[in-house]
């Protein structure tokens, strides 16, 4: 079955520079979320778009920002990166309805700066 | 105020016993959602179970079963039969109201689980 496919895997950034994560949903999702986890933590909402526009935002730092496509598919570009931003970047799509119950996530990327 | 309250933050347990790993959560909705996640080192987000807020049964799946006691506000994972692979970071998980398509899911602080042959 189709998942949700997260580009890249893996990003090393130095201080200050800026990051783009890249974020497909599965055919036919038109909601997808953001999470940030850090090192031990657990996943902290970032953001959020249902139908191509913002539909909720958590604690998203102001560097960062995020859109949805046309084609659904979505990406957070970050800026001025900090050490601390350092973690695991999840999207995940929502349940379709029967027999489809969970939040599906991606992979994830693990963005690591240096 | 936490919303999602996991007590537990590391477990061990032998091989093929069965595990609880529990989980308390705080709305004022009618109408939510409780969810498990399994998180390998791999780092990886696998869902395994689901409860609706009006489900009157628990919900199974597989080897896992979730006691929903909605009175005490608490969603307990059940393992059975726990395997070497069933080590990993075990988070619980709420969505508050209906299940709109743009209702997030937020998350308890997890458990770490590990199976000892």
């Known amino acids: 079955a189709a998942g949700v496919i997260q580009s890249p895997r893996h990003l090393i950034k130095e201080k200050r520079e800026t990051a783009t994560l890249k974020c497909y949903p599965i055919p036919r999702h038109d909601t997808v979320y953001w999470y940030q986890q850090g090192p031990g933590q657990d996943p902290q909402f970032l953001i959020s778009f249902y139908e191509k526009m913002q539909s909720d935002k958590g604690s998203i730092p102001d560097r960062f920002s995020a859109q949805q496509f046309s084609d659904y598919h979505s990406e957070l570009n970050m800026s001025s990166l900090e050490l601390g931003d350092s973690a695991l970047y999840f999207c995940?799509?929502?349940?379709?309805?029967?027999?489809?119950?969970?939040?599906?996530f991606g992979s994830g990327t693990r963005l690591t700066v240096v | 105020a936490q919303k999602i309250t996991q007590t537990q933050p590391g477990m061990f347990v032998q091989e093929k016993e069965a595990v609880t790993l529990d989980c308390t959560y705080d709305?004022?909705?009618?109408?939510?959602?409780l969810f498990w996640y399994k998180q390998p080192s791999s780092g990886e987000m696998i869902f395994l179970i689901y409860?609706?807020?009006?489900?009157?049964q628990n919900a199974t799946e597989g080897r896992y079963s979730l006691n929903f006691q909605k009175a005490r506000k608490s969603a307990n994972l059940v393992i059975s039969a726990s395997q070497l692979g069933d080590s990993a970071m075990y988070f619980c998980a709420m969505r508050e109201g209906s299940g709109d398509r743009d209702d997030k899911i937020i998350f308890g602080k997890g458990t770490r689980l590990h199976i000892l042959p």
């Open positions: 995940a799509n929502a349940p379709q309805g029967i027999g489809d119950d969970g939040y599906t």
């Open positions: 709305t004022s909705d009618q109408s939510y959602g």
């Open positions: 409860q609706g807020s009006y489900d009157e």
